[in-house]
C-alpha cells in the first residue's frame, strides 16, 4: 500500500569491498543490465540477418537509429555524428529502461535521481572536454554573447554561466520528476481499488473510477516514457551544438 | 522494374549478378549523391520543438526555472560560507540565478535563440 515502496533500493548479493565501502550487486544494477541485454539483443539479434529489404524487427532497428541521426543531423549537423553513438546510446538506454519500468513489479531506473544526474553529467563534463579540446580558449565566447554594451558586459558573463551551471541540474531533473511522479500516481490510483474493494457492493462500484484511471494513466505513462527519452536525447543535441559550434 | 526485379532469383546466371551489383553500386552513388546535397548545417534560428505535448513543454519550462534560481541559490550560499560574506553572496547570487532562469525559459521557449549572431541580450 506504500505507494513509495517500489522505489527501494535492494541488494541482491555482495561483489567486493572497495575502500571500506560494500559493493553490492542491488535490484537497480540488475534493471540497467537488463535494459542493456534488451538494447543488445534488439540491435545485434534484428540487424543479424541484414536483408535488403527488412523483416519487422529490422525495420524497428533501422527506424530507431534513422531517428536519432535525423535528431543529431538536425540540431547538430553533420558534423555532430561523431557523437551519434553516445546520443544513441543515452535515447536507447532510458527509452528501454522506461519501458521496462512499466511493467508491474519491475525496478524503473530513472526515478532515482542519482542514474539521472549521472547522465546528465556525462553530457555536461563531455560539452566542456569537448569544447576545450576543439576550440581552446575561443569556446569561453559562449559565455560571451556578441553585441553586447562593454558596461554590462560582466553581469551578462555571470548570467550565462549561470545559466550554463544550472543545465545538469535541469536536465537531471526533469527525467527523475517525470518518471518518480508518474509511478507515484498510477500507484496511488492503484491503492483506491484495492481500497474500495474491501468495502464491499458498494465499494466496487466505487472502485470502477480509479480503475479507469489507472487503464488511462498507464497510457499516458508510455507517451511519457517515450517522450522524456526524446527530450534528454534532444537537450543533448543542444547541448553538443554548444561544444562544437560556441561563440557565433 | 518489374521485370528487373524478377530476374532477382537466386540461381541465375553470372550476368544478372553483375546487373544486380551495377544496381547497386547506381543506387549508392545516388544515395551518396542525396547525402552530399544535404544542408551540413543546421540552421541556427529557429530551433525545432523539443517536446510536443503541452504537458512536457510546461514542465520542461518550469524546470528550467527552478533550476536557475536553484544553481544561483546553491553558489551564493557557498560563496557565504567560504568568504563569510553572509547574507550578500545569497541575495545577489538569487537574484543573478533567477534572471538565468528567465533566461533558460526564454531559450527553452524559443523566445531568444541558443545563441545565433542575432541574439538579443
Known sequence: MD??????INNLFHIGTIAGRDIHFTNSAAFMLLAVVLTGLLMLGTTAGRQLVPGRLQSLAEVTYEFVANMVRNNVGEEGMKFFPLVFSLFIFILISNMVGLIPYAFTISSHIIITATLALLVFFTVIVYGLWKNGLHWFKLFVPSGVPVYILPLIVFIEVLSFLSRPLSHSVRLFANMLAGHITLKVFAGFVTMLGGLGVLGWAGAVLPLGLTVALTALELLVAFLQAYVFAILTCIYINDAIHPGH | ?????????????????????????????????????????????????????????????????????????????????????????????LLLGFVAGVLNVMRAAGVTTYGGPDRQG
Do not use: T
Open chain 1, 3 to 8: 505507494p513509495i515502496h517500489q522505489f527501494n
Open chain 2, 1 to 93: 522494374m518489374s521485370n528487373a526485379r524478377g530476374n532477382g532469383d537466386p540461381g541465375d546466371r553470372p550476368a544478372d549478378e553483375a546487373a544486380l551489383s551495377a544496381r547497386l553500386r547506381h543506387l549508392g552513388e545516388r544515395l551518396d549523391h542525396q547525402r552530399a546535397s544535404r544542408p551540413p548545417e543546421p540552421d541556427s534560428g529557429a530551433r525545432p520543438a523539443a517536446d510536443s505535448s503541452a504537458m512536457a513543454r510546461g514542465f520542461r519550462l518550469s524546470s528550467e526555472l527552478v533550476a536557475g534560481v536553484l544553481v544561483g541559490a546553491v553558489i551564493g550560499w557557498l560563496l557565504d560560507r567560504w568568504l563569510g560574506i553572509s547574507p550578500w553572496g545569497l541575495i545577489v547570487f
